[in-house]
């Protein structure tokens, strides 16, 4: 039986939507964080805060008011000169969004769009023959 968390997260990742994927397009900074969120140890609080209303919006912050993690480890993760203010900036649209999940994963559209750049990287790289010393 599933516990309340993750029901109430199941929820986001089945209704997820494809336009997230606009606000990432481009935005190497996101994509960084992005990146980065899905190597950062997140764990949920020992004892879940009470859930106050039932609206997507209040449930979504409850969730994320039910996790805790390392801002410097993101921020060590990053790899960019950001500080720990213009992370909070960059990660506010991307949390709003639904695009970084309170669990460590990321919107599944965002996911495969980040994975199709990576593999149209590969596919434009030129192969050079190998050279025999």
Do not use: C, H
Request: charged residues 35%; glycine residues 4%.
């Amino acid at each position: 039986m599933n516990d309340l968390f993750s029901e109430k997260l199941a929820y986001f990742k089945q209704n997820e939507k494809p336009e997230t994927v606009l606000l990432v397009s481009g935005d190497l900074d996101r994509i960084r964080i992005i990146i980065a969120w899905t190597n950062v140890y997140i764990r949920r609080v020992e004892r879940l805060k009470e859930l106050k209303g039932e609206s997507e919006n209040e449930i979504w912050e409850w969730l994320w008011e039910n996790v805790e993690f390392s801002k410097d480890s993101l921020l060590k993760k990053v790899g960019t000169s950001f500080s720990e203010t213009s992370l909070g900036i960059k990660m506010k649209p991307l949390i709003g969004n639904r695009i970084l999940y309170p669990d460590g994963t990321v919107n599944s559209f965002v996911q495969r769009y980040l994975r199709e750049q990576v593999v149209k990287l590969f596919e434009r790289k030129p192969k050079r023959p190998i050279k025999k010393a």
